[in-house]
């Protein structure tokens, strides 16, 4: 028999933590705190990893910094400044990943949208060399890094492995009561600890990813 992944009540609210401005002013009113990773850079909440995501994808354009930087933090923990800022270690391994190239962070432009080409400083300076070389249309964006492998292992990933148990063949007779059936918690706790074996095998094998991408959040069309 078939077993689904039990998902828990969750509690309520409650006043767990008392927020406070930089100049110590209570802010305990209309507040709510996501603690989206554990300190060691692993996933410790997956909702509030997702209400980040929306939140930065709600933003108006006029704050692409912010909105790039809260996707690159809850994407790659450790890796963007705002991380830095919230001293949450770069990696699972408590070290950085290797640098994949000296472009990250760097603007490149497209005429297709689809193959970047050039590495500038800034946005201005991208914009100014497809104004000078571009005869059309043309898009800017920035370059950043890939999600590290080791988060896509998240609790889908790991319901998906329940999921392969129970699907086989010792698993699926009626002598099978019993057999594995976690909790949610249990799965979420399975995903965090897997995180860090995955992590660390990249490392040793030497198999971080070592190109870039352009965020599309970044992404900007220039008409000429």
Same mark, same amino acid.
């Given at each position: 028999m078939r077993r689904k992944v039990k998902y828990l009540n969750m509690n309520q609210l409650y006043t767990k933590y008392h927020v406070r401005t930089p100049d110590e002013q209570p802010l305990d009113s209309g507040c709510f705190v996501l603690?989206?990773?554990?300190?060691? #850079?692993?996933? =410790?909440?997956?909702?509030?990893?997702?209400?980040?995501?929306?939140?930065?994808?709600?933003?108006?354009?006029?704050?692409?910094?912010? =909105?790039?930087?809260?996707?690159?933090?809850?994407?790659?923990? #450790?890796?963007?400044?705002?991380? =830095?800022?919230?001293?949450?270690?770069?990696?699972?391994?408590?070290?950085?990943?290797?640098?994949?190239?000296?472009?990250? #962070?760097?603007?490149?432009?497209?005429?297709?949208?689809?193959?970047?080409? #050039?590495?500038?400083?800034?946005?201005?300076e991208a914009i100014a060399e497809g104004r000078a070389t571009e005869t059309g249309s043309f898009h800017v964006g920035k370059c950043t890094r890939p999600i590290q492998p080791e988060m896509l292992f998240d609790d889908m990933a790991a319901g998906d492995f329940i999921e392969r148990v129970w699907d086989h063949e010792d698993y699926l007779g009626d002598w099978a009561e019993g057999q594995v059936s976690p909790t949610v918690e249990q799965v979420r706790e399975l995903a965090e600890q897997i995180r860090p074996v995955i992590a660390a095998w990249l490392d040793r094998q030497k198999l971080r990813p070592t190109f870039f991408i352009i965020d599309p959040k970044t992404v900007r069309r220039i008409a000429m």
């Open positions: 603690r989206p990773f554990n300190s060691d #850079g692993t996933i =410790r909440d997956p909702a509030a990893v997702a209400a980040l995501k929306t939140y930065a994808n709600f933003l108006p354009s006029a704050q692409r910094e912010l =909105r790039a930087e809260i996707t690159d933090w809850v994407d790659t923990p #450790g890796l963007s400044q705002a991380t =830095r800022e919230l001293n949450v270690p770069p990696s699972v391994t408590g070290e950085a990943p290797p640098q994949p190239c000296d472009q990250i #962070g760097k603007w490149s432009l497209s005429t297709d949208e689809e193959t970047y080409h #050039g590495m500038f400083d800034s946005e201005e």
